[in-house]
């Protein structure tokens, strides 16, 4: 029989599966079948062609290493048309190895992808730093979102948003949404005139004049007033407003000053 179950991903990692066909000199195709299906060929031990419904090659291998689920057959009889693995297997299966020691170490706080975070509202009082990269993180993390909806929302790979996750927990911004997300209270009700004024005069710091146009236009595109924003949606005002400032420094400054405040409106209000 060509097609042979060889292995179920939610019992077994793919990489300890491929290493394995790779050790011992296999040649075939790899079929991953699941919510996302993926091939990888080998050929002689050496990983030659991978693709998924997005795209093939190496970027195709790199988005295999990380998928979880589906079950796992390898068909000997079957080889691709063409040859669109360039790196050497070696360097490759190195590369899936360091992968593979980086998601243990971020399953200690990201179990799976179904796992939910919210934002951390009460600090004690420390200062926490959001770099501009995390902020569309951060503001899709609203303790109903798992993982794996909010790396669809921002096209990145369920590996990227986890390894993220995992950072922002380690600075205390986000917790796990089971043991004790943003009170829903918290979140209810418009947002106060502080949040508003801090929010132009930050802007004008990085933006100058144009600030109070930028301002404008991004409460008419939330279709809000300013006397009524609601303090659930104040996060998204705030990416938002990061997307339109070119300048990452300035970017990452805004950022800060108005996490800070958001923070600061919740705790009063």
């Not at 179950?5 to 079948?33: A, N, W």
């Not at 020691?101 to 420390?126: L, N, R, T, Y």
């Not at 380690?170 to 089971?178: H, I, R, S, T, Y």
């Amino acid at each position: 029989m060509p097609n042979d179950l060889i292995g179920d991903l939610s019992k077994v990692r793919l990489f300890d599966l491929v290493k394995s066909l790779v050790d011992g000199k296999k040649s075939g195709m790899v079929v991953i079948e699941g919510a996302n299906a993926a091939e990888l060929y080998i050929e002689g031990g050496s990983i030659i062609h991978g693709k998924t419904d997005a795209m093939a090659g190496e970027e195709a291998i790199f988005s295999i290493m990380d998928l979880n689920d589906g079950r796992v057959t390898f068909n000997w009889r079957l080889s691709p048309e063409k040859r669109t693995v360039s790196m050497f297997t070696e360097q490759l299966m190195s590369k899936w190895a360091q992968r593979e020691e980086e998601w243990s170490k971020i399953k200690e706080v990201v179990a799976s992808p179904d796992a939910v975070f919210s934002i951390v509202v009460d600090s004690g009082g420390d200062d926490r730093t959001i770099l501009s990269k995390h902020w569309g993180v951060l503001a899709l993390c609203n303790g109903m979102r798992s993982v794996s909806d909010v790396a669809g929302l921002l096209g990145r790979s369920v590996f990227e948003v986890s390894e993220t996750i995992y950072e922002m927990v380690g600075k205390g911004v986000l917790e796990k949404a089971e043991v004790a997300g943003t009170p829903k209270a918290r979140l209810e009700g418009p947002i106060d005139e502080a949040f508003f004024v801090t929010a132009e005069m930050e802007l004008k710091k990085v933006m100058g004049p144009i600030a109070r146009i930028i301002m404008s236009d991004t409460l008419a595109a939330f279709g809000e007033s300013r006397d009524a924003f609601p303090k659930s949606r104040a996060v998204s005002f705030i990416e938002t407003i990061c997307y339109q400032i070119v300048d990452e420094q300035k970017r990452e400054k805004f950022g800060k000053a108005m996490y800070v405040a958001w923070l600061s409106s919740l705790e009063n209000g």
